[in-house]
Every structure is written in structure tokens, then in C-alpha cells.
């Protein structure tokens, strides 16, 4: 509103620095929620509660031998599951280098020349395709819509995967 008032002015300056203010506490709200999902994912995961230590010591299992994990899973079988908790467990998409830093910092190793974009790709190759990367968010379950990338899985043609 266009006024000559200089009270109307300072309310309306007022009131706009408060719309600002709620916004950032609406993302930093979000960013909590992002965080505390990722903490649980690391205690349900990341972590051998039958180590020696208690479970204080992440797991050290290898993606690049072609061994089976303890629990029968092969390596890339460990990452695809692991990785799909993660991005279900999240409130906004998550990029693939924050999934990869996420993955690493679980002790999972991804080798090779470009290791986020080899865990991409391993992504992209889950039978069932349980995951879409949605360009310019990331990592998203392809059974939940996401407004704001325009992606609705009943009309999965809105965004190229």
C-alpha cells in the first residue's frame, strides 16, 4: 500500500520484516527436520551394534570387492537399500553429492572415477525404480508427489528422469 503516512510506512516496513522472518524460520524448521531424520537414518544404519565397542564405530563395509556384507547383501545391494532408506526418511529431495557425503560418512566406500555419479547410476538401476531424481532437487520417492518440482507420480511424464 502506497500511503504518506510515515507511521503506515514504518507498520508496513515492519510487517515485511516479519513475513522475512517467518519464512526463515519456516526453512530452518524444514532444515531441523532434514537433520533429524538423518541422525535417526545414521542409528538405525550406520552403526554395527555388535562391535566390540558397543556400536560406537561406523561400519566399514566395502562397495567395490563384489563380497557379501554379514548380512548376505552384496555391496551394491548395501548401497541402493541404504541409500533408498535415506531419500524415504527425508522431508525435501536430496542431491546426490549430499546422499554420496551421507553415505560416505557411514563408512560405505563408493570407488571409481566419479563415486557420486557411480552411485547415481546405481540408483537409477534399482528394479522397481523406487527412486526419481527430479532435476534441480535430487533424490525423491517416486510414489510421493513433490509440488514444488512439478512432479506428481500420477503424471510421472512431468519430469525427465
Known amino acids: 500500500m502506497i500511503t504518506n ?3 503506515q510506512a514504518l507498520i508496513d516496513a515492519a510487517e515485511r520484516k516479519l513475513a522475512a ?3 526463515e524460520i519456516e526453512s530452518k524448521v524444514r532444515d531441523r527436520d532434514d537433520l533429524d531424520k538423518h ?3 545414521l542409528r538405525e544404519f550406520a552403526f554395527d551394534e555388535g562391535a566390540a565397542d558397543g556400536g560406537k564405530s561406523p561400519r566399514r563395509r566395502r562397495a567395490v570387492t563384489g563380497r557379501k556384507a554379514a548380512d548376505g547383501q552384496s555391496p551394491i545391494e548395501m548401497i541402493r537399500s541404504q541409500a533408498t532408506a535415506y531419500v524415504i526418511n527425508c522431508i525435501r529431495p536430496i542431491p546426490t553429492s549430499v546422499l554420496f557425503q551421507a553415505m560416505e ?3 560405505i566406500r563408493i570407488l571409481g572415477q566419479n ?3 557411480n ?3 546405481k540408483l537409477n538401476q534399482i528394479p522397481g525404480k523406487p527412486l526419481i531424481n527430479l532435476p534441480k532437487f535430487g533424490w525423491w520417492p517416486r510414489d510421493r508427489p513433490y509440488p514444488p518440482a512439478g512432479y506428481d507420480p500420477a503424471k510421472e511424464s512431468t519430469v525427465e528422469a
Open 21 to 23: 522472518l517467518d519464512r
Open 39 to 41: 541422525i535417526q537414518w
Open 105 to 107: 560418512n557411514a563408512g
Open 119 to 121: 552411485l547415481g547410476s
Open 5 to 7: 503516512d510515515p507511521r
Open 115 to 117: 563415486p557420486a555419479g
